[in-house]
């Protein structure tokens, strides 16, 4: 595969479930003038370049990339195989109820249509409705579903091992296959966090990153274990910024980011804003910059076309941002000192001197240095997914270090390889806890679906009872702007 192709996948990858969303939950008026900017802000964002022979990907490689994204994507319970971490509950009710109902999906029970970041589902939801063409029977249609899922779920994440090797210039299968291993088992040192304080009991057991309690930064195998849908387009989202750099394509870019996911879209465009900031300041000729990259054409389709149509989707929510809300009242100070120098300083203070002049290493420095003081929500969801790029990039760093500077720097390569394994203990724990709980049940497809669909007025959550409706409902559809006037009618 040739690196040209792999951007162009990238690119399709990302911006089929916005098309669909268009095309499907707005009026034929808006559809149409929607679908139009995004096909405008696809073209012109569509990569062009011609690369090198040497940075093409061969078949073998291409093997390897998919075969480890079967087995990780098995293990994280997609495609209703294996055991599901808690969060399956909803996952599987929001899938349930696209492939069942129809789009806009309205719940009549509750009143209400379904508002949440649901990008990841759109596909293999779309697909899974065409074969409603030949069989009605809905549990038929779900498992097929869940196979579609599966397949779509291990085509991103081997986008994502081939932007990886992207970023670590490995192209041998040996560097390859430590490349992808590393990145799968990276994590901060949650295990000597969680022996440091006494954990309340959980009703998911085997699970480390709830040690320092309102603030949690996940290892990458938890990203896919427990919130694919958010994890897997914005890893590959990040790697994306950081591969291409093309600051023409970072408008287009932040509204995909925003639909598969609201919170790691503003962590990704941190690095989107750093990276052309430095580019601006660097620039001789600052009005050519401003006018080719900045101001290009589909950056301002996606910045004030596609960005703020979203945005009215998104504002309609029952839940949202709760507010600015003190960290302090929810975190001890010596245990927020603690999180942060065992999630990244001790790898910040090992990776500072030969990458300390990166944009991107900078960002992620000061960005994971920040984000836990910002508190929208009683679960703190904003520290735990807006931390998702920055987290990505962190584990690039310190592959690359090990890539590139073992020679030059022994000792620090062996204190970061002690590190990095002590930090493995977090991801293993993750694979542990599904091993457990099959081997104790003598049965593969533990799967979490015990709200099975989210229409009614009141959603118990599973094991904790409280309503959870409102997470994925509109607060008042009837007087929102989006569903008023952009979407498709809705029931009265």
């Known amino acids: 595969m040739k690196l040209s192709t792999l951007y162009k996948l990238t690119y399709i990858y990302l911006a089929l479930p916005l098309f669909l969303f268009i095309i499907s939950w707005l009026n034929f008026g808006f559809a149409m003038l929607y679908a139009l900017l995004l096909c405008g802000a696809f073209y012109f964002a569509y990569p062009q370049e011609v690369y090198k022979a040497s940075e093409n990907f061969n078949r073998k490689s291409l093997a390897l990339m998919t075969g480890v994204a079967i087995v990780w994507c098995f293990f994280a319970g997609i495609g209703y195989f294996y055991y599901q971490s808690f969060d399956y509950h909803f996952r599987n009710a929001v899938f349930r109820d696209l492939i069942n109902y129809d789009w806009p999906v309205f719940y009549p029970l509750a009143n209400t249509p379904l508002v949440y970041y649901m990008a990841f589902w759109l596909v293999p939801a779309g697909v899974t409705k065409f074969f409603s063409l030949f069989t009605s029977d809905r549990y038929t249609l779900f498992m097929l579903g869940n196979y579609i899922l599966y397949i779509y779920a291990v085509i991103g994440v081997t986008l994502v091992f081939a932007h990886l090797t992207q970023a670590l210039k490995a192209r041998s299968k040996r560097q390859i296959l430590a490349g992808i291993v590393l990145f799968i088992l990276f994590s901060g040192l949650d295990i000597i966090g969680y022996k440091f304080f006494v954990i309340i009991g959980q009703p998911f057991e085997y699970h480390l990153e709830s040690w320092a309690t309102f603030v949690q930064y996940s290892s990458v195998t938890t990203g896919v274990f427990w919130v694919f849908n958010q994890f897997i387009p914005l890893a590959l989202i990040t790697l994306l910024v950081y591969n291409e750099r093309k600051i023409g394509n970072f408008g287009l870019i932040a509204t995909l980011s925003l639909f598969f996911s609201p919170y790691p879209a503003a962590g990704i465009c941190t690095f989107m804003v750093a990276y052309a900031g430095v580019c601006f300041a660097k620039s001789a000729d600052k009005k050519k910059f401003l006018q080719e990259d900045i101001f290009s054409v589909q950056n301002i389709i996606g910045a004030f076309g596609l960005l703020p149509l979203l945005v009215l989707y998104f504002i309609t929510n029952s839940e949202g941002m709760e507010g600015w809300q ?128 989210l229409n009614g007025r009141f959603i118990p959550m599973p094991e904790f009872g409280y309503d959870v409706n409102h997470q994925y409902t509109a607060r008042d559809y009837k007087t929102d702007i989006f569903w008023q006037y952009l979407s498709k009618k809705l029931p009265r």
């Open 326 to 453: 003190n960290i302090f009242n929810f975190i001890a100070p010596r245990r927020l000192i603690l999180f942060m120098v065992l999630e990244f300083l001790l790898y910040v203070v090992i990776l500072f001197p030969q990458y300390c002049r990166n944009v991107f290493f900078l960002t992620m420095f000061i960005s994971l240095l920040l984000i836990p003081f910002i508190k929208l929500d009683q679960q703190n969801n904003f520290c735990m997914r807006a931390s998702i790029p920055a987290v990505v990039i962190l584990a690039v760093f310190c592959i690359r270090f090990l890539f590139e500077q073992r020679r030059a720097h022994p000792f620090k390569t062996i204190v970061l390889g002690i590190l990095l394994a002590i930090g493995a203990v977090t991801p293993l724990t993750e694979f542990y806890r599904g091993i457990h709980y099959v081997s104790k049940a003598h049965k593969m497809a533990l799967v979490k679906d015990e709200i099975y669909t």
